[in-house]
C-alpha cells in the first residue's frame, strides 16, 4: 500500500521544498550570483562553452591516446584496426562538434557586442 502512494508523496515533499525555498529567497532579498561574472545572456552561453571547453580537452586527450593503444594492440588485426579507426573518427568529430561550438559561440558573441555597442 505504501508503495502506491510513494511516487505522490516525493512529489509532494518536492513541492513542498521547492515552495519553502521560494520562500526563503524571497524574504531575505538573495541576489543572482550570476549578474556580477554574466549580465547578458550571450556572456552566459560563452562561459558556460568555455568551461565545456576546458573540461573537455584533458577527457578528448584521455580518448585520442586510447584511440591510439587501441591501434598499437591491435597487431594487424583488421577487425580491430577497423575498430580503431571507428574509435579514432568519433574523438575527432567530437572534438570538432566541442570546439566549433565554442568558436562559433564566441564569434556570435563578438558580433552581438559589436552590434549593440557595449
Not at 23 to 44: D, H, R, W
Amino acid at each position: 500500500m505504501m508503495q502506491k502512494y510513494h511516487k505522490a508523496i516525493s512529489v509532494l515533499l518536492f513541492v513542498t521544498i521547492l515552495a519553502l525555498a521560494t520562500v526563503v529567497y524571497a524574504e531575505t532579498g538573495l541576489e543572482n550570483p550570476l549578474n556580477k561574472s554574466f549580465s547578458t545572456i550571450p556572456a552566459f552561453i560563452a562561459g558556460a562553452l568555455k568551461v565545456l571547453v576546458i573540461v573537455a580537452l584533458p577527457i578528448i586527450t584521455l580518448f585520442l591516446v586510447i584511440s591510439g593503444f587501441m591501434f598499437v594492440l591491435a597487431r594487424g588485426n583488421s577487425s580491430k584496426l577497423e575498430d580503431a579507426k571507428k574509435n579514432f573518427v568519433y574523438v575527432i568529430i567530437g572534438a570538432l562538434l566541442i570546439l566549433g561550438a565554442w568558436v562559433i559561440a564566441t564569434l556570435i558573441g563578438g558580433t552581438v557586442t559589436q552590434l549593440v555597442g557595449n
